[in-house]
């Protein structure tokens, strides 16, 4: 393999859990709910999808949200609009809330690499081969690598939001082949969705799957990569 290109969310990075989701924004904004409702909320929050990288949501996405969620990383906007839209299906105690969480998902303290990361992401380096950042997403992950330590082995960047366009279209997964100077043939996809991920294979990219899980349930579930690329 002359590159490997990544998912950002439940590939690379986990989000923090709802419930640290929310604690954190009551604490910043210097709101409190009793334990019982806070717990209640994040709960409530994760099972309708507010939280952009969290638990698979269990409520169906709203009639009136439903075109807007199809297209949600097509640009920073729709991704805001969707989610915020999910987040307000849950009562808060303030309404600024839905947008302070919102926010708050974007910084890098939200998100924790697995730890495995760095490990394969340095050795992918070390031997030559290309990395790239293939994500649907609606706002810039960049600084959530640096905060972490891993933008050093990152060779490009392919973020929906910016193409307007979002996973399976094969086109995300050619740009970054086309940045990274390999031919799809050469190149392995490396993501958590089957679908979106998969959309690598209309190119002719290798495609390997590893498990969306808590940081601290996946210890090694990136390494079987560095075999895979040889």
């Not at 909320?41 to 309708?48: K, M, Y």
């Not at 924790?112 to 992918?124: I, Q, S, W």
């Not at 082949?177 to 294979?201: F, K, Q, S, Y």
Request: glycine share 8%; charged share 25%.
């Amino acid at each position: 393999m002359a590159a490997v290109l990544f998912d950002f969310s439940g590939t690379l990075f986990r989000i923090e859990s709802g419930e640290a989701w929310l604690r954190a924004v009551l604490t910043q904004t210097e709101l409190a709910l009793p334990e019982p409702e806070l717990l209640r909320a994040a709960q409530d929050l994760e099972s309708v999808g507010a939280l952009p990288g969290g638990v698979s949501q269990t409520r169906p996405v709203p009639d009136e949200l439903a075109p807007l969620w199809q297209i949600r990383d097509r640009s920073a906007e729709l991704h805001r609009a969707a989610y915020t839209g999910l987040s307000r299906q849950v009562p808060l105690p303030d309404p600024a809330l839905h947008d302070a969480l919102y926010d708050r998902h974007m910084t890098p303290a939200a998100w924790a690499p697995y730890p495995d990361a760095a490990e394969v992401l340095r050795t992918l380096r070390e031997r030559g081969i290309g990395v790239g950042v293939v994500s649907n997403i609606g706002w810039d992950l960049r600084p959530v690598f640096r905060e972490h330590g891993l933008d050093p082995y990152i060779d490009t960047y392919v973020l929906s939001y910016e193409h307007g366009i979002q996973k399976p279209d094969p086109q995300l997964f050619a740009t970054a082949c086309t940045a990274l100077g390999a031919e799809p043939r050469d190149v392995l996809m490396v993501g958590d969705d089957r679908r979106a991920d998969g959309g690598a294979t209309a190119l002719g990219c290798g495609v390997h799957f590893v498990d969306h899980l808590p940081v601290t349930q996946r210890p090694d579930g990136l390494r079987p990569v560095l075999d895979l690329v040889g």
